[in-house]
């Protein structure tokens, strides 16, 4: 299976889902609506011809101030075929929240903390969503393009 087929599977089992499909140095972006992203990332993980067992890395970016405000990438590996694949949802402004992929793929626990620590994203289902690098009486999220510059 390669990545071309992995698309064409995503938008036939999830039609209208599928917002965007970019490549860009031979890496394939799907960008997809939010309430889809939990559905579509299990059917990835379970599918035994796509198995994406493996959350490479989750993060957060602003782009402030363009609307909607916020994205969150999840890059996403199959070790049985090698392939790597690249998720991206975007957020509003205001009350960014998503659903989380943590019943996917535990290794989202410490990446969504984080996402949620410096960037202010909710991850809706998360069992334990906290603060990870900052302390719990810190105001703010220091990787938003608005946060003053001496904190």
Known sequence: MDLATVVERVKKKFPEAV?????????????IRPEDLLSLC????????????????????????REP???????LC?????????LKVSLPGTDPKIASVFSVWKAADWMEREAFDMYGITFA??????????TPEWQGYPLRKDYPLRG
């Open 125 to 134: 289902g998360h069992p334990d969503l906290r603060r990870i690098l900052l």
């Open 69 to 75: 405000r916020f994205q969150v990438v999840y890059h």
């Open 42 to 65: 299990r059917f990835l993980r379970e599918d035994p011809e796509m198995a994406f067992d493996f959350l490479i890395d989750l993060c957060g970016v602003d782009y402030l101030p």
């Open 78 to 86: 199959s070790t049985r075929t090698r392939l790597r694949l690249r």
């Open 19 to 31: 917002l965007e499909v970019g490549a860009f140095r031979g890496e394939t972006t799907l960008r």
